[in-house]
């Protein structure tokens, strides 16, 4: 079984500072991770994802996030945050075994305030 | 454009009676999945489906019920048997296999009155 856990429920940054949203996970086996976002009233859009490779994901909209094995981590961040990005943020896993359902965090509010 | 479409985007429903979420999607792909997201709780899934014909439950399948007669539906019915269906409904597609993302609809909010 896998299992994700968001550290923070909420987060306040200000505008132009950096963010940074804690995603751990417990799994017995190999995993896909995935950063989605969330806008009021919408579906869920794809961020970023690590599968395999380089440890260090680049995604959209100048997040990235890092994969650390030793520590089940799978943190995202942002070097410098904009009004847009205030949006909910979700940390999700699947394994080759899990054909192709995803377990999610319970998700990360941020909110960018002048 | 290539994509998944949800109707309606609001739903209203009286104690009692089923509802049906529709889902489409154009991205020729064989999965596709429906979740419900409640607050603070993240997105849990209701059932899935691999391929035509076939679906599977989920984490929290008891009070709802799918069809996949074709590879771009899979439509989702709430039923009176669903103790607490107000929720926001969220319905997502992939290739199969767990290497690639999934994409998701804009969902369908349901409210019971």
């Known amino acids: 079984a896998q299992s994700v856990t968001q550290l923070d429920s909420q987060v306040p940054v200000f505008e132009e500072a950096p963010v940074e949203l804690r995603c751990n996970y417990s799994?017995?086996?190999?995993?896909?991770l995935f950063w989605y976002v969330q806008y009021p009233n919408q579906g869920l859009q794809l961020l970023l994802k690590?599968?395999?490779?380089?440890?260090l994901v680049k995604g959209i909209n100048g997040f990235e996030a890092e994969f650390n094995k030793s520590q089940t981590s799978f943190h995202l961040r942002k070097p410098s945050v904009h009004i847009s990005d205030t949006a909910e943020y979700f940390c999700?896993?699947?394994?080759?075994?899990?054909?192709?359902?995803?377990?999610f965090g319970a998700g990360t509010q941020v909110v960018v305030t002048p | 454009d290539g994509g998944i479409t949800q109707s309606p985007k609001y739903l209203f429903r009286k104690e009692g009676q089923n509802v049906t979420l529709s889902c489409e999607q154009n991205?020729?792909?064989?999965?596709m999945y429906w979740y419900r997201q409640d607050p603070g709780q993240g997105l849990r899934l209701i059932y899935y489906s691999q391929i035509v014909n076939d679906f599977q439950k989920g984490d929290i399948a008891e009070g709802y019920s799918v069809s996949r007669e074709k590879k771009e539906s899979f439509p989702l019915t709430v039923t009176s048997a669903q103790k607490n269906p107000t929720a926001f409904y969220l319905c997502?597609?992939?290739?199969?296999?767990?290497?690639?993302?999934?994409?998701f609809g804009q969902g369908t909010r349901l409210t019971v009155v």
């Open positions: 690590y599968l395999s490779g380089s440890t």
């Open positions: 997502a597609s992939s290739r199969t296999g767990g290497y690639t993302e999934a994409f």
């Open positions: 991205l020729n792909h064989d999965a």
């Open positions: 999700a896993v699947s394994s080759p075994d899990s054909w192709g359902k995803l377990q």
């Open positions: 799994s017995s086996v190999s995993v896909y």
